[in-house]
């Protein structure tokens, strides 16, 4: 009999890692959905590790799907968006081993949203109300995992920091074919009609959330969350939270990612950046100088 992901050969969590994880509950709720899963969790990406198997669920779901219309030596999809210490990406591991992952991009006045390319004019319209945006991008979850519903949980987590960092709406851009989805399980609105997409070379529609009453129409749906702690509560102490004294940066919202882990990325696939006008060039080097370095010209 095979032994169970993540037991054998593998080093248990340290302290840090324990404080930083969402636990799930095994309630009757789950249980059928999560019995398969070793240690359910969640999480915000920040090692180099956990950011590879997100981004390489990512390409490996798109390029299925046939969002991907050129193929990829690395295996790993993501934007410069993704690198950004406004993003967060939440994944759902399996102990070890990331088995499912969300992104949520924080609106910026130097990089904006990804969906800016497709519905900036209703995004300008949320902004111009004084409405502080986000978006939700990168969702992926392997065929295998779908039946487990890991994107409720997701998401569960996820619009619980959107409240903890003070977001309005929550938008997302999904393909035709998926927006009863969204709807329905996520429990999204519709913010704008279908357009082409020519990032991925599909049509795609606008959808957005107000996160004061997601929260409440999260539990009309779903009741109350099967995790060992409370959600936004979990969050607070994460932003308030000290690193060990072997970390660079404090941890909570913004914090850039590691020097070491945006130069692998950015060496991955340095067309990333690609576009860039001068001053989101100014802004990465300022925030990765050591990753940045002579790789401000790309682009120009």
């Excluded at 020519?198 to 997601?214: F, I, K, M, N």
């Excluded at 941890?251 to 989101?280: A, I, M, W």
């Amino acid at each position: 009999m095979a032994a169970k992901e993540g037991k054998v050969g593998k080093p248990p969590f340290n302290g840090l890692e324990q404080r930083r994880t969402i636990r799930i509950r095994r309630s009757a709720l789950v249980r059928d959905n999560l019995d398969s899963i070793d240690r359910p969790s969640i999480k915000i990406g920040e090692t180099l590790d956990e950011l590879k198997q997100a981004f390489r669920i990512v390409y490996t779901e798109y390029n299925d799907a046939g969002y991907v219309p050129n193929p990829e030596p690395t295996g790993m999809l993501y934007s410069v968006h993704s690198l950004l210490p406004t993003t967060s990406v939440f994944i759902f591991k399996t102990y070890l081993k990331v088995i499912s992952t969300m992104s949520l991009y924080k609106d910026t006045r130097v990089f904006g949203l990804p969906m800016d390319a497709v519905y900036k004019p209703e995004i300008d319209a949320l902004r111009a109300k004084g409405r502080q945006v986000a978006e939700v991008g990168a969702l992926a979850t392997p065929k295998s995992r779908r039946g487990a519903n890991l994107v409720v949980y997701l998401a569960k987590a996820l619009f619980n920091y959107a409240h903890l960092v003070e977001l309005d709406d929550v938008c997302i851009m999904v393909n035709p074919k998926h927006v009863r989805f969204y709807k329905e399980i996520f429990l999204f609105d519709q913010l704008a009609e279908e357009r082409m997409y020519a990032g991925v070379g599909a049509p795609a529609v606008a959808l957005h959330a107000d996160v004061h009453t997601y929260d409440q129409r999260m539990r009309d749906a779903y009741g109350d969350a099967d995790f060992d702690t409370d959600l936004l509560s979990f969050f607070v102490k994460m932003k308030n939270a000290v690193m060990d004294p072997s970390m660079k940066y404090s941890v909570g919202n913004d914090k850039p990612l590691e020097q070491s882990t945006v130069q692998y990325f950015l060496d991955q696939r340095p067309h990333v950046l690609s576009g860039l006008n001068e001053e989101q060039l100014q802004v990465l080097a300022y925030l990765y100088p050591q990753a940045i370095g002579g790789k401000g010209k790309i682009g120009h």
